[in-house]
């Protein structure tokens, strides 16, 4: 008897398979990679803090939002797309006026001893306001913090903040510098508990 | 006469489809790599709100979630209407995130686990009573790295 060859299995349909399998993974991926405004939270609460802490009126840019979603920024009614260049002015500060804050020589690697300002923006806002108008006011505050560090950097150092993040991967000077222009214009922003006086549900 | 005859017809050749099969497996193997199932089904509306300084999150297994919204149509009939908090895939309460964190941090590797971002997913309409007290509950577990899950936009307006 002769060998017999082993016919070979028919492939032909191996593609229509692979397509369905493929059509399955292509419906069901999600590629959004989520975004978003980070934040730290301060840590738990441990002691009182100290009376001798109090921060001057004249260093805290005061935001209070209420329940209809109103702003009332340093005693003064404004709308929330006013907030990013109030807050700019505020946060960079004049030295020629008091009512401004205030700024403390500091030494910052890179920069040499700079006069800081020792801005400090106070929010509080109400159980009631709704957390869209929140989300505003925050992208405000991030928004004007972003753009002074822009600024700044791009005078000093001829390159943008944001630049200047990208390439902090991969270069130390880079990373030196923004860390610099990052002390230069710390974020501080303190949230205050928000109060229960109500209004609209 | 020719010594060569014509073979008959002499149309275009099929295209060879041999490869095919390989392209597509490659594709499918991509794809499977890439893909992430959705773990959690939905049971908030959640439409998060826009903001134009937003970043990204870079590493999607050091990410947690946190929905509060409104129930969905379906559910409002047996939870009512007024934000909840939905942890992995119920309806939980503020108590609750205590014990999420701690279960979120053990599934995770020893050295990465302060590194967790805690995503807020919150929508838009939910007034801040309650997204405060998840943040105080958070503050109290030491998870202070959150994120206020947005949208991206060139403008917002009033």
Known sequence: MGKREISEINAGSMADIAFLLLIFFLVTTTMDTDTGLIRRLPPP??????????????????ILVNANDQLLVEGEYLEVTELRDKAKAFIESDPTNPEMPEFKETE??????????????????????????????????VAAYNELRNEFSQQKFNKSYEELAQQAGSSDAAKEKMKAVK??????????????????E | MSKFRKKGKKGQPAVNTAALPDI????????????????????VINITPKATEVSKLERKSLVAY?????????LQGAFGTSARIQLNDAFKTKEDIALFVEMERDARDEAERNMITWSLKVDQNTKMGIVTEVKQQLREVNALKINYSTKKTDKISN
């Open chain 1, 45 to 62: 609460p441990e002691e009182i803090p100290d009376e001798n802490d109090k921060v001057k009126q004249r260093n805290i840019f005061e």
């Open chain 1, 108 to 141: 910052i690697p890179g920069l040499g001893v700079v006069a800081v300002s020792k801005q400090i923006i106070s929010l509080q806002n109400d159980n009631g306001t709704s957390y869209e108008m929140y989300i505003k006011v925050q992208n405000e505050l």
């Open chain 1, 183 to 200: 002390k230069f214009y710390p974020q501080r922003i303190s949230e205050a508990e928000p109060k229960k006086v109500g209004g609209a």
């Open chain 2, 24 to 43: 597509v497996f490659m594709l499918l193997f991509f794809f499977m790599v890439t893909t992430v199932m959705r773990e959690t089904s939905l049971k």
């Open chain 2, 66 to 74: 946190i929905y509060v919204g409104k129930p969905i149509k379906s």
